[in-house]
């Protein structure tokens, strides 16, 4: 579909907005006639009040002058003297698409590019352009690549796709700002009603009689019938505008590979979602793994770090990198799934180009040490800001893990503490099996119904699990109460535990996780044996 077909589309579903609020103002004016022609005094009276009350939103739904602006996306806007490198790749990519480059980049802490464009008379004018730019996205391409997400977003340009959103957008906010007063004065109805029930219930109960139940099911009936209509047409819009907007994808798909040819782009399309996955575990698993703590990387690290974890799990990288995701598709989707883009990308005839720019994007930043210390202070809110700095990630983890134990409540604590009356150590919980009651303090443990139900061995099947668990982590909260404790960190695995005295992650092997492990099997036996998991404690902690 052409831009001018596009826009048309555009229109007619936001003039579709609007005749049907004419339709709706001219029935509910033509119920007031009806009204005053054919039916009594206060009958009518109620009869107008109510129309003119679901008149109110469509009115000024209709009426609103101009859109919304959400709040700007933090990053950190780059003007073209701090970055030549980058801003002579944006203007070369741009005069190759043939359109007019941006005024303005901003660099973001998020995996992702995109455009947008301010045009005036909905569209019809051109308005100032922004290109907003990923700097983990930089961290992930190469400069192949980066040249060919840029000739995709000016593929937006070029098709007119930004001066569209315009009126796109404008349909989208009116119909969610009719729909959200209906909801919002509905909602107000069953509140109202549901208080005067509850208040002739109390003077019922304060009577000695018997209360009514609480119905609100008959309130903002005429509301949420007026709200269904717009959600209707709301959903019949969407569907048409998001189709158009996935035919934009393709379409700008193909110009990425005419720029910036057809390797790059179907790499760059493969890449995006692997980044995406990986930044999401990397803020999961370290950027943010202090937080709680009141901890955080040193300075630089909290977005410079990601670029240690890609290098650290390439191979990992390379197989998800082959394994496009298989999405499912639904007609609200405002993007093609990304296999079917890759693959009508590879589908197109070589064209020679696979060897150009193989260079990291983010060397185009004249300081990406800089610019990766600048967009924490942009991005990360004061108070996390004003968090502690550890001197490394080793230092993050322990400090990290070391908070997280000592304010650790498993069930287990729990039930300790109820079943002893003292505080859940785990000397006292050595003392409990030792005593013979182990299975007695499991009983206190949140159950489920068969756990409960169940007796002898198939109960202690049931709770030996969370009794696992809460176990080892009590004996790892003990460690790390003496500082005995300390964690391995590692880019490309899981952070292993050193206890005292067993040496680093290559000497120690499967050895302190093994050892522990059947130690605290041995205490949590059906004939308990405590013995391994005394001899793993250092003398200060036995006799704490």
Do not use: C
């Not at 579909?1 to 907005?17: E, I, N, P, Q, W």
């Amino acid at each position: 579909m052409g831009a001018t077909l596009r826009a048309l589309r555009a229109l007619v579903l936001l003039l579709g907005f609007h005749l049907l609020s004419l339709v709706l103002l001219a029935a509910l004016l033509g119920l007031d006639v009806v009204a005053f022609t054919w039916g009594h005094g206060p009958v009518a009276a109620k009869i107008v009040i109510v129309s003119v009350l679901l008149a109110v939103p469509v009115v000024r739904g209709m009426f609103m002058l101009r859109t919304p602006r959400g709040e700007g996306e933090p990053g950190i806007p780059v003007p073209e003297a701090a970055e030549p490198r980058l801003w002579a790749l944006v203007r070369d990519v741009a005069a190759a698409a043939g359109t007019r480059v941006p005024d303005r980049i901003l660099l973001t802490g998020d995996v992702n590019a995109s455009v947008s464009e301010e045009p005036r008379l909905l569209g019809l004018f051109p308005g100032p352009r922004r290109l907003h730019l990923g700097v983990p996205l930089l961290t992930g391409l190469t400069e192949a690549q980066l040249r060919a997400v840029l000739a995709h977003e000016y593929g937006h340009f070029t098709g007119g796709d930004t001066r569209l959103s315009a009126l796109v957008v404008r349909g989208r906010v009116q119909l969610a700002r009719v729909i959200g007063q209906f909801h919002a004065k509905a909602d107000g109805k069953v509140a109202a009603e549901r208080a005067r029930q509850e208040q002739a219930a109390a003077k019922r109960v304060a009577q000695g009689k018997k209360a009514k139940k609480v119905d609100t099911s008959g309130s903002g009936v005429t509301y949420r019938m007026m709200a269904g209509i717009y959600t209707a047409y709301a959903r019949l819009y969407m569907r048409a505008s998001l189709s158009t907007a996935r035919d934009q994808e393709f379409a700008a798909d193909l110009s990425a590979a005419r720029l910036a040819g057809r390797d790059a782009t179907a790499s760059a399309l493969r890449e995006i979602p692997v980044l995406s996955a990986s930044h999401r575990f990397y803020l999961d698993s370290y950027a943010t793994l202090g937080l709680q703590a009141g901890l955080l990387p040193p300075r630089g690290e909290f977005f410079g770090g990601f670029g240690k974890l890609l290098t650290a799990r390439e191979p990992e990288l390379v197989r998800l990198r082959s394994e496009l995701p298989e999405e499912p598709t639904s007609p609200y989707d405002s993007h093609p799934p990304i296999a079917e883009r890759v693959r009508r990308i590879e589908a197109l005839p070589a064209d020679g180009r696979t060897a150009e720019a193989k260079g990291a994007a983010l060397a185009l930043l004249t300081d990406p040490g800089r610019t990766l210390a600048a967009l924490e202070d942009a991005v990360l809110v004061d108070e996390v800001l004003a968090f502690r700095r550890t001197a490394g990630w080793a230092e993050l983890l322990d400090a990290s893990m070391a908070a997280g134990l000592s304010s650790a409540q498993t069930p287990l604590h729990r039930a300790l503490a109820a079943h002893t009356g003292q505080p859940p150590t785990l000397t006292a919980l050595l003392e409990v099996i030792d005593q013979g009651r182990l299975w007695q303090l499991a009983e206190q443990l949140p159950l489920s119904r068969e756990a409960a139900a169940a007796k002898g061995r198939a109960f202690r099947e049931f709770v030996r699990p969370v009794m696992r668990r809460s176990v080892r982590t009590m004996v790892l909260a003990e460690f790390s109460a003496y500082a005995l404790l300390h964690w391995e960190f590692s880019w490309s695995s899981p952070a292993a535990v050193r206890l005292p005295g067993w040496g680093s992650r290559a000497a120690q092997g499967d050895g302190p996780e093994a050892a522990l492990d059947a130690a605290v099997d041995a205490a949590l036996a059906d004939h308990p044996d405590t013995a391994p998991l005394r001899a793993l404690l250092p003398p200060a902690t036995q006799n704490a």
